[in-house]
Nanobody, 124 residues
Framework: QVQLVESGGGLVQPGGSLRLSCVTS????????IGWFRQAPGKEREGVSC????????YYADSVKGRFTTSRDNAKNTVYLQMNSLKPEDTAIYYC?????????????????WGQGTQVTVSS
């Protein structure tokens, strides 16, 4: 069955870095874009970034542009989110999700499978 499993979250001080991983199984990662989303307590889920199936195109929310970088290794069935210069407002549960297609969608319903999430807490 299709699975996406996030890891790499944790507690980090402001200005610090974390790298999240999304390990996929049960489908051919080469055919799908992968998005990263986050949800903070009391807030709506928001899109953070997306990477196309080949890795040739990436997209970022304005709030993380210049600080976060997404990449992928299709041979390892893994997608990454490198997060630098973290801020307290980055605190949230982070999810990876599979886009039904090869290009990144800006419509949430196009993401058909989701991981369980990993907690990121930025605090001193």
């Amino acid at each position: 069955q299709v699975q996406l499993v996030e890891s790499g979250g944790g507690l980090v001080q402001p200005g610090g870095s974390l790298r999240l991983s999304c390990v996929t199984s049960g489908f051919t990662l080469d055919y799908h874009a992968i998005g990263w989303f986050r949800q903070a307590p009391g807030k709506e889920r928001e899109g953070v970034s997306c990477i196309s199936s080949t890795g040739g195109k990436t997209y970022y929310a304005d709030s993380v542009k210049g600080r976060f970088t997404t990449s992928r290794d299709n041979a390892k069935n893994t997608v990454y989110l490198q997060m630098n210069s973290l801020k307290p407002e980055d605190t949230a549960i982070y999810y990876c999700a599979r886009d039904q297609g090869a290009s990144c969608s800006n419509v949430v319903r196009e993401y058909d499978y989701w991981g369980q999430g990993t907690q990121v807490t930025v605090s001193s």
